[in-house]
């Protein structure tokens, strides 16, 4: 059975940084797009970021550009989320998801695996 399993949310102050964490297992993965959707209350679930299998190819929303920073280390394998430079606007519960391609895909339907979500709140 595939799983993912996020950790490294948690509350901090504007401007601060916090480093988001996907954990995968029961399946190779090493093969597939990985991405970072997150999703605020009142809110549809939207696209942050997205690597390709290699790790050579990334893409990332207009609004986190600049302050987040995706990677993947496929000999773990795991999936990462560097976010600096936070935002009041950037609270949500962050998700990660595997693919069934190899390249990045801003649309939630491009994925077919999910973990639970991590919360992260940023205080103004």
């Known amino acids: 059975q595939v799983q993912l399993v996020e950790s490294g949310g948690g509350s901090v102050q504007a401007g601060g940084s916090l480093r988001l964490s996907c954990a995968a297992s029961?399946?190779?993965?090493?093969?597939?797009?990985m991405g970072w959707f997150r999703q605020a209350p009142g809110k549809e679930r939207e696209f942050v970021a997205a690597?390709?299998?290699?790790?050579?190819?990334?893409d990332y929303s207009d609004a986190v550009k600049g302050r987040f920073t995706i990677s993947r280390d496929n000999a773990k394998p795991t999936a990462y989320l560097q976010m600096n430079n936070l935002k009041p606007d950037d609270t949500a519960v962050y998700y990660c998801?595997?693919?069934?391609?190899?390249?990045?895909?801003?649309?939630?339907?491009?994925?077919?695996?999910w973990g639970q979500g991590t919360q992260v709140t940023v205080s103004s």
């Open positions: 998801a595997a693919s069934v391609y190899r390249h990045p895909a801003v649309s939630p339907s491009m994925y077919n695996t």
């Open positions: 029961g399946r190779t993965l090493s093969s597939y797009a």
């Open positions: 690597i390709d299998w290699s790790g050579d190819i990334t």
